[in-house]
């Protein structure tokens, strides 16, 4: 069964503290994702990795970094949380094929992240 | 670019009756699409996908949409939904040589008893 997982269901932290979002796929895909969900703006794409070491920005990428060492690790840092980075993140996979059947998402659980 | 609009924010049915929930695309060529299902306090799980021939999709949970190019619609519906379908429903488009889909703002689905 293919999975994704998520370091943390719910995370609560500081306004200024630096907060790592961990995302792990075992399924082998090429590219992987972090979007941001909001109630009423659905899901907003903040990077997107194709590749270890490769990342493209998203919509939403102010105030967001992120790191790909490793092929089924995605990593989503906010280098001094904001209390209006308080939402729900969702980590993603997908194969490289472009185009093709294998285009769908594999979603995580999401993790939960307040900031006060 | 692509875009793609769900109309309806919430839809409110009852357990037993049918369901239909809207998704309207732009898109130039044929796109691949996709819907896609949130439980509370879940991540998105896959209902089905349309890429080409048969028009009607069937998906998991008793699902199934429809293709419908002259209306630029791919509409998801459910004969008979059950209370565990209450969730927040998310239509989705692709364009070839992308990676990245371009979502809909959801459709929350609440099932009265």
């Known amino acids: 069964d293919v999975k994704v997982t998520q370091s943390s269901r719910y995370l609560v932290k500081r306004t200024g503290e630096k907060v790592f979002l961990e995302c792990v796929q075992d399924?082998?895909?090429?590219?992987m994702f972090w979007y941001r969900q909001d109630p009423g703006l659905g899901l907003r794409l903040i990077y997107f990795?194709?590749?270890?070491?490769?990342?493209e920005k998203g919509d939403i990428p102010e105030g967001y970094s992120v790191s790909r060492e490793k092929k089924e690790r995605f990593s989503l840092i906010l280098e001094s949380a904001s209390t209006n980075q308080t939402s729900m993140y969702l980590c993603?996979?997908?194969?490289?094929?472009?185009?093709?059947?294998?285009?769908?998402?594999?979603f995580g659980p999401g993790t939960r992240l307040t900031v006060l | 670019a692509q875009s793609v609009t769900q109309p309806d924010i919430h839809i409110t049915v009852s357990e037993g009756a049918s369901l239909e929930l809207r998704c309207n695309y732009s898109y130039g060529a044929t796109p691949y699409l996709f819907w896609y299902v949130q439980s509370p306090g879940q991540g998105l799980q896959l209902l089905l996908k349309y890429f080409s021939g048969d028009t009607l999709v069937q998906g998991i949970k008793g699902f199934e949409a429809e293709f419908k190019r002259s209306q630029s619609s791919f509409n998801l519906r459910k004969p008979s939904v059950h209370w565990s379908d209450a969730a927040e429903y998310f239509c989705a488009v692709g364009e070839g040589g992308s990676y990245i889909p371009t979502f809909g703002r959801g459709t929350s689905l609440i099932v009265h008893p």
């Open positions: 399924m082998d895909h090429e590219n």
């Open positions: 993603a996979s997908s194969l490289m094929l472009a185009g093709g059947p294998y285009n769908e998402q594999f």
């Open positions: 990795s194709y590749d270890v070491k490769m990342k």
